[in-house]
């Protein structure tokens, strides 16, 4: 048929590897050089154990027994305990009882999170998108409520809860870490649905969707990196809470995870430091997780080749 | 299949401004009609009201016998190719092709066979598994065309396609959407701030300048005859040279500066010019109507020569541009087009700003030994001069007879 039919040879040229690469041996610098990239690295490795330091010795002391506890850091109990005791581990679950604390901070981050990711995706498509007079004061006044120190809060909400016989009760806290979670999610989305071009939907609109077919099947995909984004922001915050769950919480069974850890630390005896890392460890791994699995979601190449 | 009628259009946005003024249009069955002009000119605001994406102020827009103005673009049975080809990221270029088929809920089968006959038109059946990511620019805008014919619409609607691409791609893809277009037989309208993309594709170009309509002809009846001082500086690259001049009092020439030019009988004899002998006016001359005196042969009288200094020469291969100041006044009232634009991005829709240095142009033979710096002497075709009315801007009189245009 015609010459055009066909990616033009240029194009397939660009996609393909060489043939044939040349590969230079990559030379190892010499003389000042050499001791400059020595040192960055030293430096680098400074900075990593500084900041890996703590939680590495949060994961050792979680996994000493109670007696090295009790003995202390020295002799054997160095840099390494003697000895790899999950004891900790199982006596929080079987004695302290954490699993229960645990559901509950899933519970309230879960409902706060999703809560959060449905309102602030609309909130923020409405902010960017439609013609609203005054957004960016609106926007501006939403934010503000999230800059509100945590502490000023606490005494007038432990009012208002006793006013509705709702201190001692979990769910509560959904709402309150709303309070919190919301604005930064809704300027998140926003921001992010403003980056879509509007050509997306229209085009969408021309080729026969409604409004809510074109949000629903181009917009949500395209704008899932920023709604992950504000969901893992909304979780560790609900889910690391103390301040609310210590002013609010009453009885053990109804504690979240970061609240209980604290109680089943003492002892008059002793304080527990190896239970209460080991539930530090535990409380953890939800995040790490949920990090790990988000951050393939967040591409930022997602919307790379629909525009130009 | 159908005709689009744009009726009295206007556009007025909430803070007053006035994008479209009561702009009427047809386009026939199977015609590319081309909207041109510069940015800001309101041929996108148009195009976008067709596709619904825009209220209508005033007037109505008829798609066939239906007039869709309170329709949703998904009820206008239109499809369009956005300047950014607006592609869905996630999607395979199989899946942006078959896309709107699927929002119709078409059988799997029928939909296949459909996104691969398009695919097969536009030369990209092997990349249907990719991404948009991963295509090159070309590549890009051929998925987009082909969302866009794969829907069989009755119309087809373009902003812009071909601009993202590079020169050669340009002009190689021209080639394909004419094609495309002449073989389906659609509809088309097409809007482009390129004037050699209007010439070269269009069956009726529309020239539009700060949201009027100058002037809807076939491209060479532009050339030929341009109804106004903006359409003669618009179309055509290089640019019209258009001047500051004064009709004799008996109309037999036309003063430029300190030279005279005669007109031909046909003009001094025009009842249009009639009012203006002994008046201002501005003349007007196509680059490739001036050729170098000294390699003509034939005899011309002095009045048929116009003397300039040659500021610059662009030799092309196949002709020379001479870059040359007149004794003259370039036209007032109208922003200097005339600096070689091969497009209109430089120009602002109604602009008005004194034109001071701005050289004319010629299109001389390559055999010319013209220099910078030098005194040119130019011999103008006389027969093909275009005068128009200095206040107005609209045209006189000119080579051609003008056809009365029905818009």
């Given amino acids: ?308 | 299949m159908a005709t689009i009628e744009i009726e009295h259009v206007t556009k007025i946005y909430p803070n007053g401004s006035e994008a479209v003024s009561d702009l009427s249009l047809d386009v026939a069955d199977g015609e590319f009609m081309v909207l041109v002009g510069p940015s800001g000119c309101g041929k996108t605001t148009t195009l976008r009201m067709v596709a619904g994406l825009e209220d209508i102020s005033e007037g109505a827009v008829r798609v066939g016998e239906r007039v869709v103005n309170d329709l949703s673009p998904r009820d206008r049975d239109m499809a369009m190719v956005f300047q950014n080809y607006a592609l869905y990221p996630h999607m395979t270029v199989a899946e942006n092709i078959g896309f709107a088929l699927k929002l119709r809920k078409l059988p799997k089968e029928e939909i296949r066979e459909k996104v691969e006959e398009a695919a097969r038109i536009l030369g990209l059946s092997e990349h249907l598994r990719r991404k948009p990511g991963q295509l090159s620019g070309g590549q890009r805008q051929r998925v987009a065309m082909g969302r866009a014919i794969v829907r069989e619409p009755a119309v087809f609607l373009m902003d812009e396609p071909l601009s993202n691409l590079d020169a050669k791609l340009r002009v190689q893809m021209r080639a394909e959407i004419s094609r495309i277009q002449r073989r389906l037989g659609v509809a088309t309208l097409y809007v482009t701030h390129d004037q050699i993309e209007a010439m070269t594709m269009g069956d009726r170009v529309a020239v539009l300048s700060a949201g009027t309509l100058q002037q809807c002809d076939a491209p060479q009846a532009l050339y030929d005859a341009p109804a106004n001082l903006f359409v003669a500086a618009f179309i055509g690259s290089p640019a019209m040279n258009l001047y500051q001049a004064a009709l004799d009092p008996d109309g037999g020439g036309v003063r430029v500066g300190k030279q005279m030019l005669e007109l031909p009988a046909r003009q001094r004899d025009d009842r249009a010019l009639a009012p203006f002998r002994g008046e201002d006016v501005v003349v007007g001359i196509r680059p490739e109507d001036l050729s170098d005196a000294t390699l003509l042969t034939g005899a011309t009288s002095e009045r048929q020569h116009l003397v300039g200094t040659v500021e610059l020469v662009e030799a092309l291969g196949s002709e020379k541009l001479v870059h040359f100041r007149l004794e003259a006044e370039h036209v007032r009232g109208l922003q200097s087009v005339v600096a070689g634009h091969d497009d209109a991005e430089g120009l602002e829709a109604g602009e008005i700003s004194a034109a001071a240095n701005v050289n004319g142009v010629a299109r001389v033979e390559p055999a010319s030994r013209l220099r910078a710096g030098e005194q040119a002497r130019f011999v103008v075709a006389t027969d093909r001069l275009h005068l128009f009315d200095p206040t107005s801007g609209n045209a006189l009189s000119g080579p051609v007879a003008r056809i009365e245009q029905a818009s």
């Fill in chain 1, 1 to 308: 048929m015609s010459a055009h039919a066909g990616s033009e040879p240029g194009a397939t040229a660009l996609v393909r590897a060489p043939a044939r690469a040349r590969r230079v041996p990559r030379r190892l610098p010499t003389g000042w050089k050499l001791v400059r990239e020595i040192l960055f690295y030293l430096l680098v490795l400074l900075a990593v154990a500084i900041s890996l330091f703590p939680f590495y010795w949060i994961l050792r002391t979680s996994l000493e027994t109670n007696a090295e506890v009790a003995q202390g850091v020295g002799g054997a109990n160095g840099l390494l305990p003697p000895h790899l005791s999950f004891d900790a581990y199982s006596n929080d679950f079987t004695q302290q009882h954490f699993l229960t604390p645990l559901l509950n901070s899933a519970i309230v981050a879960l409902g706060a999170t999703v809560v959060t990711v449905v309102v602030a995706s609309l909130a923020g498509y409405a902010l960017a998108r439609l013609p609203i007079r005054g957004a960016g004061a609106i926007l501006g006044f939403i934010l503000v409520a999230g800059f509100f120190p945590v502490l000023a809060i606490v005494g007038p909400l432990f009012l208002l809860l006793k006013e509705l016989s709702l201190l001692d009760n979990i769910y509560p806290l959904i709402i309150i870490y709303l309070v919190y979670t919301l604005p930064i999610a809704t300027w998140l989305l926003k921001n992010f649905f403003a980056q879509i071009p509007k050509d997306l939907e229209e085009a969408a609109l021309v080729d026969g969707a409604t409004r809510l077919q074109a949000l629903r099947k181009v917009v949500i995909p395209v704008a899932v990196p920023g709604v992950f984004t504000a969901g893992i922001l909304a979780f560790i915050l609900a889910w690391n809470d103390f301040t609310f769950a210590v002013s609010f919480l009453e009885t053990p069974s109804h504690f979240t995870a970061p609240l209980s850890i604290v109680n089943f630390g003492q002892s008059q005896f002793q304080v527990f430091y190896n239970r209460v890392d080991a539930a530090v460890v535990i409380i953890t791994i939800p995040i790490a997780l949920l990090v790990l699995f988000a951050q393939r979601r967040i591409v930022a190449g997602l919307t790379a080749g629909s525009f130009r």
